[in-house]
Every structure is written in structure tokens, then in C-alpha cells.
């Protein structure tokens, strides 16, 4: 993977983090996957994101520790689409915790929710919003359960 895909941000967390909980950030579009990853960090979490859906099944394939895996429904290259990532995903690793990030209309959120049907769907807005704590809160106690 060239390192322009892939980024780590185990350099740049911020004091007193106390959870040392990793998530996953798949998007094909670069400012989505960037304004996620840095809500994200704000929280205090690490972050790992890429471009593609191959690149987050090499992540999970090489057994790098991932809590939570956040997923644009507009992924579509890479040979892997947002719900045959979250399949593979979920297969690969049963206790992963999975949010898909959609339009409201949009079908491959939709027909990952029927394949994953624990997925955390949500809307675009709500990463928009200010509600990343409460999604991340949300999809870690559904983890957990």
C-alpha cells in the first residue's frame, strides 16, 4: 500500500487518551475520509484510513487491531464496494463493530444493513453534525453487548 492510502495517527494523539481504541476509516473520497479521521482523533481515539476497500481488508487480514470500522457508502473502487466490504469485514473478524456512512436513499448502505444486519447505519449528516461521540459511544457499546 503506498502511504498516501494508508495513515496512522499513533503520532498525533492527543494528552490523556484513555481508551487506545483503533478505528478504521474507508472512503474513496479524500476530505470525507480526513474530516472523519480528525473528529475521530478529537475524541481521543486512533485512526487508520484508506482509500480502499482492499486496503481495509489487508488491515484486517494482517491482524492490526481494529475496534471500529467507519465505511462511506459511496466506496466503489478498490474491488471491493461498501457492503462486500462489510461482509468480507465481518467474516474476517465476527466481533467487529461496523458503521456505514450513507445518503438516505443510498442502496449499498442498504444492502449492507440486510448482509450485516448489526451494522450501524447512519447518516452523512450526523459525522456533519457534531455527533461522532455519540455514534462512536453507540457502536462500541453495541460491540460490547
Known sequence: MPTTDVETASDRL???VCYRIQVLVVGRHKRWRDEI???IRMLGYQVTACDRGVDAMTVLALGLPVD???VDAALQGGGLCCAQLAVEARALRPGLRIVLSSDPVDPPA???SVLVPDALVIQREQFQDGMVASLMREALAKRAA
Request: aromatic share 0%; glycine share 8%.
Open 14 to 16: 492527543p494528552q490523556g
Open 68 to 70: 471500529v470500522m467507519v
Open 110 to 112: 442498504q444492502e449492507a
Open 37 to 39: 479521521s480528525a473528529e
